[in-house]
C-alpha cells in the first residue's frame, strides 16, 4: 500500500480549536482535505476563524463546546453531525496550563486543570467513540498530551499530573476500543514556539531552557503537521495506543 497522508472524504473535529495548536492543526487537516469542524467556547472567535480557512479553501465548520460540560459536549457533537455527517476523527486538544507552585495550588486551580486536560479528554473520546460504535465504522481519536506527561517540570505538577493521566488513558482506550476498529493514540509535544510563550524565551531563562534540548531549538508548528497527519490518516492504520513525542530529542536528554 502506498503511504499516503491524504484526509479526503474525512470529517474531523478539532476541540481547543480557537487559537494556538488547535486552530493549527484544523488548518493543517483542513489543507490535507478534511472536512473540519472546530470546536471551542469562544464561539464569536471561532466564526472568524472559520470564515478565515473557508477564504483558504479550507471546508470548516464551528461547534460551541466547553469540554467540562458533558452536556456542551453531547450537544456539540450533535450539532457537527447534523452539518456534515459522522465524524471519523477527533483531535482532543482542548487544554489550559497555569504555573503555580504545588504548595500554592489552591483547590479550584486543581480541578480546572484536571477537569479540562483529564477528565474533558474522557468525555470528549468517549462521546466520540460511542458514536462510531453506533455507526458500525472505524475512527481515529488523538489525544494532544505533553512530554510534560512522561517527565516533569517545576512549578506545573497539576499540568503534568493531568497530561501522565492522559497518556495512561490513551492507551486503555485503546485496548478497550480496538475491537471497534477505533484507534486511540496521543501526540506529546515538546517545547513549541507559540504567541503565548514567545517573549519567555527570549529571556535568559527561557534561552538557557533553550539549551538543554538536544537539538538546541524550539518547535516549530510546522514539526508538529507531519506526525498529527500520519496519527490521522490510514497510513496508521496498524498504530493504536502510541505515544508519539514531538521534542527535538528532550525526553532523552540526560538529567
Given at each position: 500500500?502506498?503511504?499516503?497522508?491524504?484526509?479526503?472524504?474525512?470529517?474531523?473535529?478539532?476541540?481547543?480549536?480557537?487559537?494556538?495548536?488547535?486552530?493549527?492543526?484544523?488548518?493543517?487537516?483542513?489543507?490535507?482535505?478534511?472536512?473540519?469542524?472546530?470546536?471551542?467556547?469562544?464561539?464569536?472567535?471561532?466564526?472568524?476563524?472559520?470564515?478565515?480557512?473557508?477564504?483558504?479553501?479550507?471546508?470548516?465548520?464551528?461547534?460551541?463546546?466547553?469540554?467540562?460540560?458533558?452536556?456542551?459536549?453531547?450537544?456539540?457533537?450533535?450539532?457537527?453531525?447534523?452539518?456534515?455527517?459522522?465524524?471519523?476523527?477527533?483531535?482532543?486538544?482542548?487544554?489550559?496550563?497555569?504555573?503555580t507552585a504545588a504548595l500554592d495550588i489552591s483547590h479550584d486551580e486543581w480541578t480546572r486543570v484536571l477537569d479540562t486536560n483529564l477528565t474533558g479528554c474522557f468525555t470528549v473520546a468517549q462521546q466520540a467513540a460511542r458514536r462510531l460504535k453506533e455507526a458500525g465504522r472505524g475512527g481515529t481519536i488523538v489525544n494532544v498530551a505533553s512530554?510534560?506527561?512522561?517527565?516533569?517540570?517545576?512549578?506545573?505538577?497539576?499540568?503534568?499530573?493531568?497530561?501522565?493521566?492522559?497518556?495512561?488513558?490513551?492507551?486503555?482506550?485503546?485496548?478497550?476500543?480496538?475491537?471497534?476498529?477505533?484507534?486511540?493514540?496521543?501526540?506529546?509535544?515538546?517545547?513549541?514556539?507559540?504567541?503565548?510563550?514567545?517573549?519567555?524565551?527570549?529571556?535568559?531563562?527561557?534561552?538557557?531552557?533553550?539549551?538543554?534540548?538536544?537539538?538546541?531549538?524550539?518547535?516549530?508548528?510546522?514539526?508538529?503537521?507531519?506526525?498529527?497527519?500520519?496519527?490521522?490518516?490510514?497510513?496508521?492504520?496498524?498504530?493504536?495506543?502510541?505515544?508519539?513525542?514531538?521534542?527535538?530529542?528532550?525526553?532523552?536528554?540526560?538529567?
Open positions: 500500500m502506498a503511504l499516503t497522508c491524504s484526509l479526503h472524504g474525512k470529517n474531523v473535529l478539532v476541540t481547543g480549536a480557537s487559537s494556538g495548536l488547535g486552530l493549527h492543526f484544523a488548518a493543517t487537516l483542513g489543507a490535507a482535505g478534511a472536512t473540519v469542524v472546530l470546536a471551542a467556547r469562544r464561539d464569536s472567535l471561532l466564526q472568524e476563524t472559520v470564515a478565515d480557512l473557508r477564504a483558504r479553501g479550507v471546508s470548516a465548520h464551528s461547534v460551541p463546546m466547553d469540554v467540562r460540560d458533558p452536556d456542551s459536549v453531547t450537544a456539540a457533537f450533535d450539532a457537527a453531525t447534523r452539518e456534515v455527517g459522522v465524524l471519523d476523527v477527533v483531535i482532543n486538544n482542548a487544554g489550559i496550563s497555569a504555573t512530554i510534560l506527561g512522561l517527565r516533569v517540570a517545576g512549578m506545573l505538577s497539576h499540568y503534568a499530573a493531568a497530561k501522565a493521566g492522559l497518556v495512561q488513558l490513551t492507551q486503555a482506550l485503546a485496548l478497550e476500543w480496538a475491537r471497534y476498529r477505533i484507534r486511540v493514540n496521543a501526540l506529546c509535544p515538546g517545547y513549541i514556539e507559540t504567541d503565548l510563550n514567545r517573549d519567555f524565551f527570549q529571556t535568559e531563562a527561557g534561552k538557557a531552557l533553550i539549551q538543554r534540548i538536544p537539538q538546541r531549538r524550539l518547535g516549530q508548528l510546522a514539526d508538529l503537521d507531519g506526525p498529527l497527519l500520519l496519527l490521522c490518516s490510514d497510513s496508521a492504520a496498524y498504530m493504536t495506543g502510541s505515544i508519539l513525542a514531538v521534542d527535538g530529542g528532550h525526553l532523552c536528554s540526560s538529567l
